[in-house]
């Protein structure tokens, strides 16, 4: 039996890094996704295979001593051989037409369509499960991991999210149009995160401050979405981005991005965690061909819209 799973990317609209410190974040899930198919093998390896390249680690292999950019996959093929006693491998195959390392959200939606595709190899999965695997195979690379972008990832839409698996489902019937441009400088979560944490210690009262104003503008924000006044969620946007750049996560390029963008739109920012990767601006659903068509000129972009159904398991098969 095949299995198929997929599970779109995010964009962060509002609190990332202060999500991390416990503040709420919004996110939405994009219409850009990841395919996985995954199969049982009649030998005793885990095998896995993506654009970036193949590798195979023997079902015996303790996760400790996987080295390797599919560790997450690893990992939630292991746990799901020790939990249904199989005796032989999987082999996992990997599609996604989301960027990766630009804070679209990839590496979690792989975890989310992953651990789906591995269980429904067995049984039925249910989303919670999921989204607790997805996000333990996540915390394999990066530990401090909020669990935000596996959350949207799992159930789509927009949806308010506060550290320790909290979250809820921001209903709105309207269609939102966001501008992605991609600086194409590639980061690290992980180090952005840490430097942040570093901001934090040594500016206590400072952090405590953005943490307040980024929780207000949260709540001011929320009601203008689901009111669709998409001018004051723009000015949320562009506030947003000047907390962000009060934390050091921004740089010149980026900051050149929104320069440009934000005479076209509604609002910019970064989206996730910053120092490269890529930014979001709100837009007019009749402008946005034109403006991707400018900023095109120069840099990757293209227009997003929201996905409304988040995880998906394909029983056809
Ligand atoms: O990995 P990214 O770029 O999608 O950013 C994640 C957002 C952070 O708030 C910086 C970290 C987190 O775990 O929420």
Not at 105 to 115: D, H, K, P, Y
Not at 150 to 177: A, L, P, Q
């Amino acid at each position: 039996m095949i299995s198929k799973a997929s599970a779109p990317g995010k964009i962060i609209l509002f609190g990332e890094h202060f999500v991390v410190h416990g503040t709420k974040a919004i996110l939405c899930a994009i219409n850009k996704r990841v395919t996985i198919i995954s199969e049982k093998n009649k030998s005793q390896n885990i095998s896995i295979k993506s654009s970036l390249g193949e590798n195979s680690i023997p079902i015996s292999e303790s996760i400790e001593n996987v080295d390797s950019m599919f560790k997450p996959f690893f990992f939630i093929a292991k746990k799901i051989i020790n939990e249904n006693n199989f005796s032989n491998g999987i082999d996992i195959d990997i599609q996604s037409d989301i960027p990766i390392g630009a804070g679209l959200g990839s590496s979690s939606a792989c975890c989310v369509a992953a651990a789906a595709s591995v269980s429904n190899l067995f049984s039925k999965p249910e989303k919670n499960q999921i989204l607790e695997l997805a996000i333990e195979a996540e915390q394999t690379i990066f530990p401090k991991t909020s669990g935000a972008d596996c959350t949207v990832s799992v159930f789509g839409g927009i949806i308010g999210y506060e550290k320790g698996i909290t979250y809820e489902i921001i209903e709105t019937e309207h269609e939102f149009d966001f501008i992605v441009v991609n600086s194409k400088k590639p980061h690290s979560t992980s180090i952005v995160v840490d430097r942040v944490n570093k901001f934090k210690n040594e500016n206590k009262e400072i952090f405590n401050g953005l943490c307040d104003d980024e929780r207000k503008l949260i709540i001011q924000a929320v009601k203008a979405l689901q009111k669709f006044d998409l001018e004051t969620v723009g000015k949320c946007i562009s506030q947003n981005q000047i907390f962000l750049e009060q934390l050091g996560v921004s740089n010149d390029q980026l900051l050149e991005i929104i320069k440009i963008i934000e005479k076209e739109t509604f609002g910019a920012k970064i989206t996730g965690a910053g120092d490269g990767g890529c930014i979001i601006a709100l837009t007019d659903k009749n402008e946005k061909e034109a403006v991707v068509g400018h900023m095109k000129t120069e840099y990757e972009a293209y227009s997003v819209t929201i996905d409304k159904t988040g995880m998906q398991v394909f029983n056809d098969n």
